[in-house]
T-cell receptor, first 112, second 114 residues
Framework: AQSVTQPDIHITVSEGASLELRCNYS??????LFWYVQSPGQGLQLLLK??????LVQGIKGFEAEFKRSQSSFNLRKPSVHWSDAAEYFC??????????FGAGTTVTVRA | DAGVIQSPRHEVTEMGQEVTLRCKPISGHNSLFWYRQTMMRGLELLIY????????DSGMPEDRFSAKMPNASFSTLKIQPSEPRDSAVYFCASSSSGGYNEQFFGPGTRLTVL
């Protein structure tokens, strides 16, 4: 069965600083990987996705993620965070069936 | 294009009452998912439909919960009778068969059962 671990429950970062959110997955074959963002009171919005090809993928809002098969990781990065990036971030993995397995989420707080 | 539409956005009801949540998926999407999100349990998949047919309802917590998809553009999730522990945010998501599992989420319905 597929699963996702997001080791960090909460991260606080200063505005303008870089951000990296960790995601480790478990899946027996080539996974489909996603990062979603959820702002307070909102639904989940897709930031970026990896299916195949270039292991560094670019997403919306200046985010990028790198797929590392050897480490079973798909970490999310942003070079310079904005106050509007304060939200909860979910990593998800999918495969040959319909399901997405979501991590528990990482809450990002941005301080001025 | 309109995204996934859910109604109502907020629902407050009393224990024992019937609650019906509604979802309109993105046009052309043939898969629909109902999720429940709570602080304690995170995001849980309740049920999955493909081409209007329930494929996996193993996440439905108990018989008080039921879901239907009478056509490709409408689904309901019903709780009868409701209990305080059902209080949560319920999300509907849809995807297309060629979308590599990419799911598009609605804004959610925040349910409070008193």
């Amino acid at each position: 069965a597929q699963s996702v671990t997001q080791p960090d429950i909460h991260i606080t970062v200063s505005e303008g600083a870089s951000l990296e959110l960790r995601c480790n997955y478990s899946y027996g074959a080539t996974p489909y990987l996603f990062w979603y963002v959820q702002s307070p009171g909102q639904g989940l919005q897709l930031l970026l996705k990896y299916f195949s090809g270039d292991t560094l993928v670019q997403g919306i809002k200046g985010f990028e993620a790198e797929f590392k098969r050897s480490q079973s990781s798909f970490n999310l990065r942003k070079p310079s965070v904005h106050w509007s990036d304060a939200a909860e971030y979910f990593c998800a993995v999918g495969g040959s069936d319909y399901k997405l397995s979501f991590g528990a989420g990482t809450t990002v707080t941005v301080r001025a | 294009d309109a995204g996934v539409i859910q109604s109502p956005r907020h629902e407050v009801t009393e224990m024992g009452q019937e609650v019906t949540l509604r979802c309109k998926p993105i046009s052309g999407h043939n898969s629909l998912f109902w999720y429940r999100q709570t602080m304690m349990r995170g995001l849980e998949l309740l049920i999955y439909f493909n081409n209007n047919v329930p494929i996996d309802d193993s996440g439905m917590p108990e018989d008080r919960f039921s879901a239907k998809m009478p056509n490709a553009s409408f689904s309901t999730l019903k709780i009868q009778p409701s209990e305080p522990r059902d209080s949560a945010v319920y999300f509907c998501a849809s995807s297309s068969s060629g979308g590599y599992n990419e799911q598009f989420f609605g804004p959610g319905t925040r349910l409070t059962v008193l």
